[in-house]
């Protein structure tokens, strides 16, 4: 069965850390590019950070410098690492795997809240 499952988000205070950690089975972990999401309430869903399958990274402005984006092809997991959180990261972290011309998959998301 294909899944991918976040675990690790929760609550936090502002200038905190999280690590959030997608696990996927069911696929062929290393040739999928994987990438993380968040959805703040009223908002649409926006790419935070994705690394690909050579391990380049990428990061959306609002989070350059505080977060960072790991893959372990052997655990077939990919971690995000959240620093200095700040209530605006508050939302629902989605992870996401894409290859190719294929349907993306998602995971069911984890909360993360970040108090001021």
């Known amino acids: 069965q294909v899944r991918l499952v976040e675990s690790g988000g929760g609550l936090v205070q502002a200038g905190g850390s999280l690590r959030l950690a997608c696990a996927a089975s069911?696929?062929?972990?290393?040739?999928?590019?994987m990438a993380w999401y968040r959805q703040a309430p009223g908002r649409q869903r926006e790419m935070v950070a994705s690394i690909t399958v050579a391990r380049i990274t990428n990061f959306a402005d609002f989070v350059k410098g505080r977060f960072f984006i790991i893959r372990d092809n052997v655990k077939k997991t990919v971690f995000l690492e959240m620093n200095s959180l700040q209530p605006e990261d508050t939302g629902v972290y989605y992870c996401?795997?894409?290859?190719?011309?294929?349907?993306?998959?998602w995971g069911q998301g984890t909360q993360v809240t970040v108090s001021s």
């Open positions: 996401a795997a894409h290859y190719r011309n294929h349907s993306d998959l």
């Open positions: 069911g696929i062929t972990f290393p040739i999928y590019d």
